[in-house]
């Protein structure tokens, strides 16, 4: 069964760091995209950023929305199945519950509807 599980996210002070993990279980990360995105209370799920299918040994695309871009990055570990979102510089306005989600031989996007697969979230608060 394909699964998906966050974790990582914490209470924060501004200025901050953490790192999220999105591990995968039941099938091997390396050919599915994976997008990261947060909803705040009220909000609509947004993305924050994404990773594309593994191209090279060397690489792969990314993108980031430009409220994160220069904090946060995303990585790969295909050794271990699981995908980073390292966040730096936290915000208030970064608080929010983070998802992951998998699409196999997807594209990089910031949409919700790119992904059909979802984790069930992890909490992030950003406060003093």
Do not use: H
């Amino acid at each position: 069964q394909l699964q998906l599980v966050e974790s990582g996210g914490g209470l924060v002070q501004p200025g901050g760091s953490l790192r999220l993990s999105c591990a995968a279980s039941g099938f091997t990360l390396d050919r599915y995209a994976i997008g990261w995105f947060r909803q705040a209370p009220g909000k609509e799920r947004e993305g924050v950023s994404c990773i594309n299918i593994r191209i090279s040994v060397r690489s792969s695309s990314t993108n980031y929305a430009d409220s994160v871009k220069g904090r946060f990055t995303i990585s790969r570990d295909n050794a271990k199945n699981t995908v980073y979102l390292q966040m730096n510089n936290l915000k208030p306005e970064d608080t929010a519950v983070y998802y992951c989600g998998a699409q196999f031989l997807g594209s990089c996007s910031l949409g919700t509807m790119a992904y059909g697969n979802w984790g069930q979230g992890t909490q992030v608060t950003v406060s003093s």
